[in-house]
């Protein structure tokens, strides 16, 4: 049986991949959606907090970030961010 904190962890990883593939920009859902794919196994409840808290921002600052254009605003979790580039770096070399 699941115990109620594993319960909600497993809904929290379900919302959270969700949102990565439904951004609203096709681009946005096939950065994020790959990344979160990928990564969120290995997040603890930190990273899965900052993941949430970069999810928040908008598609067109995070994709000008990623494609390093600057945007309108700032990035607060740089580490984050670079994490998500090299996913997609590394995707992209390998023609995945």
Not at 25 to 37: A, H, K, N, P, S
């Amino acid at each position: 049986m699941i115990s109620t904190t594993d319960q909600a962890h497993l809904e929290r990883l379900k919302r959270i991949k969700y949102r990565a593939h439904h951004r609203g920009t096709q681009e946005m859902d096939i950065i994020l959606g790959g990344f979160v794919d990928h990564q969120i196994q290995k997040f603890d409840a930190d990273m899965l907090d900052r993941l949430e808290t970069l999810m928040n921002e908008t598609d067109a600052d995070l994709y000008q970030w990623i494609i390093g254009q600057p945007g309108t605003t700032q990035c607060q979790d740089v580490e984050l961010l670079e994490m998500i580039i090299a996913y997609q770096r590394e995707k992209v070399g390998s023609g995945s």
